[in-house]
């Protein structure tokens, strides 16, 4: 009888993707390599095919399935023709671009029907205080702001504020200052609440909570229900150029559970940073 031990859970799904990939290998994305449109749209479909791969083996080993978001905590959406979907659960790629002035550079697609398609960019501000991270998202097709998320420069845990394009807060993203384990919480703005340690704040939106540490994390809304899942997407990652696979279950507003991916990405990576620093010195 086989273990179900994480290392055991690891191997066989390396086994599973390692012959996968094989067999992609065989298909004529790769023997039609002479041909200039092969050349050009083969590595497309192969990642398309490897996210359909890992989405399978996610729904085997990564828990309860997403539930829809049937009434968002706030209103209008981020963006009303991006942030939500009613047919089902979507999937996006979050890259962390590996060449970045910034060091705050994602490239998101969207991989849910099968066609690895542009969605939205985030692009960090070039000039900023440090300590003070300025990020914004904005449409692909359109070039729209969307989402801007802005580092909180005095403040007990690491926290993040949220505005919409025209400037409103929404809300903001926290790390918990008091917790067992690593736990990242989604306020909204004028909920009422004070306090640092949690202990005298409203019910969060959102929680998000997973292993942190292999990047795998899920959020909940006030209902306990998981309404998105976040993958750290490759066997081999480091902190400048990490990629995720993001689920978003219907009626889940898209654009603010990538804009928390790209926060939490960020702040464990200056964590990284300063630990390797202390290491150093």
Known sequence: MISSSPSNARLLISVFVASCVASLQSTDAFTLSKK????INAPRRIN?????????????????????????????????????CDDGVRTFAVKERPLSFTGEDFDITEVTNNNEE???????????????DKMRMVSSS???????MDRVLI?????????????TKIGWIEKKLISFMDTFDVYMEGKGGFGVTGL????????????????????????????????????VQIDMMNHYQV???????????????????EEFDEEHQERKKKRED
């Open 36 to 39: 200039s449109s092969s050349i």
């Open 48 to 84: 398309t095919e490897l996210y359909n791969i890992f989405d399978a083996v996610g729904d085997i080993l990564s828990g309860p399935k997403l539930e829809a978001e049937n009434a968002l905590p706030y209103h209008p959406p981020f963006c009303d023709e991006l942030s939500i």
């Open 118 to 132: 542009d969605f939205v960019r985030v692009r960090g501000a070039m000039l900023h205080l440090p300590g003070k």
């Open 142 to 148: 359109s070039g729209d702001n969307l989402v801007t």
């Open 155 to 167: 403040a007990a845990t690491p926290s993040y504020d949220l505005y919409r394009s025209d400037g």
């Open 200 to 235: 005298f704040k409203p019910t969060p939106a959102y929680r998000i909570e997973g292993d942190f540490l292999d990047r795998n994390f899920s959020f909940k809304n006030e209902e306990g229900k998981i309404v998105a899942r976040a993958n750290m997407d490759g066997w």
């Open 247 to 265: 689920q978003v279950a219907e009626g889940m507003d898209a654009c603010l559970v990538l804009a928390c991916v790209c926060c939490i990405d």
